[in-house]
Nanobody, 124 residues
Framework: RVQLVESGGGSVQAGGSMRLSCAASGDTYYYCLGWFRQVPGKEREGVASIDRRGNGYIADSVKGRFTISRDNAKNTMYLEMNNLKPEDTRMYFC???????????????????WGQGTQVIVSS
């Protein structure tokens, strides 16, 4: 069984940086790993995903500011967030799921395992 635990959230001023980590237990080597974020009452938005080879997919809304990576030896995924904006204030979740035709879609239904989330607050 796969379990995911996020860490690294907190508060930062606009323009600052933050790194989120997602530690996985269980065999996620062949899985896509992804980051999603959510405002209460709204649907989770795909932020970034990465396949086992390290090929990343970044949402247009954060492209150029966020970077995704994974360390398969440590079974851990990271989200490096730079030039943070107040609109990045969300709960961030990591997720794991099998690839779909070799791709890692940024869509919630394709991921069956989820962490509990970590809050990111960006103040102006």
């Amino acid at each position: 069984r796969v379990q995911l635990v996020e860490s690294g959230g907190g508060s930062v001023q606009a323009g600052g940086s933050m790194r989120l980590s997602c530690a996985a237990s269980g065999d996620t080597y062949y899985y896509c790993l992804g980051w999603f974020r959510q405002v209460p009452g709204k649907e989770r938005e795909g932020v970034a995903s990465i396949d086992r080879r390290g090929n990343g997919y970044i949402a247009d809304s954060v492209k150029g500011r966020f970077t995704i990576s994974r360390d398969n030896a440590k079974n851990t995924m990271y989200l490096e967030m730079n030039n943070l904006k107040p609109e990045d204030t969300r709960m961030y979740f990591c997720a794991a799921g099998p690839p779909v035709q070799g791709q890692c879609p940024l869509r919630q239904p394709f991921y069956g395992f989820w962490g509990q989330g970590t809050q990111v607050i960006v103040s102006s």
